[in-house]
């Protein structure tokens, strides 16, 4: 369920002249050979642009800015390889040009202890401190690799490259994002509340529908328009509907149309929806099954106008290219400290069940009556490694915070309903105490891989958001 699409970096080869230049043309080789095993595709100057492809002067900065702009829409982030000292000021003199505002990767080749003598010997280790020193001096955020020096052809690069095509995904995919908020934040749910003013200020757009507008619209279609019957026969084929009316799923449908037709038109690339109890009451079904499929299809949907919340599922599905879900952190699981039970009742996306069918909504039928509660997603959540999320505005400080992890969903048994799961998160009281004493919502994005690290670095380096990154040890 991955993107297909085929990644592009800008590579910026650096030279110094009084080191073995052919180093550079070897160095620009082997950069485009490791990004090509990636699967990455290269806008990098040729040899008739520059000596060897590489940028060493002023003049050849120009050139290469020139170059990257030109394909500005299609390169994702840069690479710096450095398969000699390189040349610093023409680095950073060339992302000064290109003015893209994409991550940078900063690679240097190691040199190999038989051949250092002048013929041979590189001083990339040297070189890339320089590199990122002026760079700092320039504003210029940038990236690391692990290991300080790695060859384009070892196994760790490819581990960096997967990793830092992530942290491109994350950064790029949340800059100029469009968020459709559908619905008044409920009444009881303070712990959703947000500014819209700090995501603008980090290039995030909310725009929102209020739901009279959503019931009108729906009001106003007949069972037997086109796009309704096309939605209903969607939504028995994504689950299955025994036992449940068929009037609640025409109804279903009716709300999936709308809420597509709105956000195509404002280019909306994901939502979060009013739900406890307004649709209820006043629609008669509960939305899950349609922001299920939203969710399902990579249109990251949260429920209770979680707009941050939402904000966090598209983050993990940008880096993994996977489906996302919001859950709650809900309750212990016996007395072990490091699982829980994470549970939403449920718009899990169809990718976290086992097995799923539609039912009604338990909790919101005792006081609405379950004919007015079909339409949630019932099942239990598989096995698997699972990273999750949280991002938050802290109004009282200006800024964006958050703080993310790792861990696994369990085979645990577990009796409920709803969409639950048994997680097992190392150390999980103290990510809990933070949790608690940092005053993040009870609401955590989930997703099927190990992403941590893209949406740490993407927000921390990127973006310029505050995080806590919950790892299974403490270091130094």
């Known amino acids: 369920m991955g993107e297909t699409k085929r990644m592009t970096m800008g590579v910026i080869v650096g030279n110094r002249g009084f080191f073995p230049d052919h180093l550079a043309k070897s160095g620009r080789e082997e950069i485009i050979r490791a990004l090509d095993k990636a699967g990455i595709g290269a806008v990098v100057l040729d040899d008739k642009q520059s000596k060897y492809g590489a940028v060493e002067t002023y003049e050849e900065a120009k050139r290469c800015a020139e170059l990257f702009r030109r394909h500005e829409k299609d390169i994702s982030g840069i690479i710096v390889t450095l398969p000699n000292f390189g040349d610093e000021r023409a680095i950073a003199d060339t992302l000064r040009h290109a003015r893209l505002g994409v991550p940078v990767l900063v690679q240097a080749t190691p040199d190999t202890p038989s051949k250092m003598t002048i013929i041979h010997r590189r001083d990339s280790f040297c070189g890339k401190m320089s590199a990122c020193n002026n760079l700092k001096q ?22 960096d490259l997967q990793w830092f095509a992530g942290v491109c995904r994350v950064v790029n995919g949340l800059r ?20 819209e003013k700090l995501l603008e200020s980090s290039g995030i757009t909310v725009d929102t529908l209020d739901l009279s507008e959503v019931l ?9 328009d086109e796009a309704v019957t096309a939605k209903m026969g969607a939504i028995r084929k994504y689950v299955t509907t025994g036992g449940v009316p068929d009037a609640a799923v025409v ?6 149309v709308v809420v597509d037709q709105w956000m195509k038109a404002e280019d909306l690339q994901i939502s979060a929806v009013q739900c406890w109890t307004s649709m209820e009451e006043n629609l008669g079904v509960v939305p899950c099954t349609v922001m299920s499929m939203m969710s399902d299809g990579l249109l990251s949907s949260a429920c209770e106008v979680d707009v941050c919340g939402t904000l966090a599922m598209h983050a993990l599905r940008l880096a993994s290219g996977t489906p996302s879900a919001l859950l709650d952190w809900n309750n212990n699981y016996g007395d ?3 699982k829980a039970v994470c549970f939403h009742c449920s718009n899990l996306p169809k990718h976290f069940f086992r097995d799923v069918k539609m039912d009604y909504q338990a909790i ?12 949630t997603c019932e099942g239990r959540v598989k096995a698997g490694a699972m990273t999750f999320a949280r991002f938050s505005t802290d109004d009282m400080a200006g800024k964006m915070r958050g703080y993310t992890g790792s861990g696994m969903f369990t085979d645990d048994p577990l009796q409920t309903f709803g969409g639950a799961g048994v997680v097992e998160i190392p150390r999980m009281q103290k990510l809990l105490h933070y949790i608690c004493s940092e005053g993040f919502e009870h609401h955590v994005a989930a997703n099927f891989s190990s992403v941590a690290a893209e949406i740490h670095e993407a927000a921390t380096r990127y973006l310029g958001w505050e995080m806590y990154w919950h790892k299974a040890e403490d270091h130094c």
């Not at 100029?176 to 500014?195: E, H």
């Open 138 to 159: 320039y504003g210029i955020p940038y990236s690391l690799t692990t290991l300080h020096t790695v060859h384009p052809d070892a196994p760790e690069f490819q581990k």
């Open 176 to 195: 100029g994002l469009r968020i459709g908020a559908i619905g008044a934040r409920p009444a009881a749910f303070n712990t959703v509340r947000y500014s």
């Open 216 to 224: 009108g619209r729906i009001g106003r279609m007949k069972d037997t």
């Open 251 to 256: 109804k279903m449908a009716k709300l999936g």
């Open 336 to 338: 072990d400290p490091n």
């Open 364 to 375: 919101i039928a005792g006081t609405v009556g379950k004919e007015n509660t079909f339409g």
